[in-house]
T-cell receptor
């Protein structure tokens, strides 16, 4: 149980374009989802927290207009990187938790490369 | 602000050579300390959650312990398949956010 998927697993896009990453909880209802970014040989840095049906809460230094997060249902959250630039190239990982639980279940990650 | 420091940064072991990884933390009221395993290009895989000082948990060749200031992940008689980056994270009381350490990359040679 507690499986989280991400799609796509990797994506290459051109500078200036937007790209959407999906995060799905497959066998449970995810009331809260988290988006992390991980640069090579570095740890996970939390970007934002989203609760189903509410606006996401962004960490300090994360541009909310650049990283659009939508958590429209209890099984799906999306992260859209708008007007992507090469410095946005990174490994994006989502996690999900259920109501009343502090445990987070992580997805397999999405490798974004902006050329 | 919560802080998590892991050491060493990298650890190279011979198969069967037991060792320990350290995770030092500061947090305003610990709710839980988490250990994850991460393989290259993949998301973290949950290993353990520890909630209070003195608690210990085991899974196969791994054993996690917790004190008020640090946690240890002991790897007993490691095998090459134990090669991975091990991440430590803390969660403060009343908060859902995880603060991660930088990880320890373990390489086990046959």
């Amino acid at each position: 149980g507690a499986v989280v998927s991400q799609h796509p697993s990797w994506v290459i896009c051109k500078s200036g374009t937007s790209v959407k990453i999906e995060c799905r909880s497959l066998d449970f209802q995810a009331t809260t989802m988290f988006w992390y970014r991980q640069f090579p040989k570095q740890s996970l840095m939390l970007m934002a927290t989203s609760n189903e049906g509410s606006k996401a809460t962004y960490e300090q230094g994360v541009e909310k207009d650049k990283f659009l997060i939508n958590h429209a249902s209890l099984t799906l959250s999306t992260l859209t990187v708008t007007s992507a630039h090469p410095e946005d190239s990174s490994f994006y990982i989502c996690s999900a938790s259920t109501s009343g639980s502090y445990e987070q279940y992580f997805g397999p990650g999405t490798r974004l490369t902006v050329t | 602000e919560d802080q998590v420091t892991q050491s060493p940064e990298a650890l190279r072991l011979q198969e069967g050579e037991s060792s320990s990884l350290n995770c030092s933390y500061t947090v305003s009221g610990l709710r839980g300390l988490f250990w994850y395993r991460q393989d290259p290009g993949k998301g973290p895989e949950f290993l353990f959650t520890l909630y209070s000082a003195g608690e210990e948990k085991e899974k196969e060749r791994l054993k996690a312990t917790l004190t008020k200031k640090e946690s240890f992940l002991h790897i007993t008689a490691p095998k090459p398949e134990d090669s991975a980056t091990y991440l430590c994270a803390v969660q403060a009381q009343g908060d859902y956010k995880l603060s991660f350490g930088a990880g320890t990359t373990v390489t086990v040679r046959a």
